[in-house]
């Protein structure tokens, strides 16, 4: 079965750091961008992060600018997430998805062919 694994998430204060990885089961992530997405209770699914194939400019939301910064390891076949100076406004589950995107469809979910599951993260403050 295709799908995505997300791991990384856990619990830190306010103003810690996680790393997330994004790990592809069954297929290679080459030639295809990634995306991070993130979900809060009660809240619509937001993209946070994208990185093209060939590993151009990244695209964030305004919100983690500064902050987050999205990489891929193509020898390794994983994409990162690294997350520094965390809010309590980042916490949710966060969830990476792939697929042959367009720059114009980065942040569409829909645009996406395969989700993970998603890994929690909470910041307390």
């Known amino acids: 079965q295709v799908r995505l694994v997300e791991s990384g998430g856990g619990s830190v204060q306010a103003g810690g750091s996680l790393r997330l990885s994004c790990t592809p089961s069954?297929?290679?992530?080459?030639?295809?961008?990634v995306g991070w997405f993130r979900q809060a209770p009660g809240k619509e699914r937001e993209f946070v992060a994208g990185i093209r194939w060939n590993s151009d400019t990244p695209y964030y939301v305004d919100s983690v600018k500064g902050r987050f910064t999205i990489s891929r390891d193509d020898a390794k076949n994983k994409v990162y997430l690294q997350m520094h100076s965390l809010e309590t406004e980042d916490m949710a589950v966060y969830s990476c998805?792939?697929?042959?995107?367009?720059?114009?469809?980065?942040?569409?979910?829909?645009?996406?062919?395969?989700w993970g599951q998603g890994t929690q993260v909470n910041v307390s403050s």
């Open positions: 069954r297929y290679t992530l080459s030639f295809l961008t």
């Open positions: 998805a792939s697929g042959p995107i367009y720059t114009q469809s980065i942040a569409t979910p829909r645009a996406y062919s395969t």
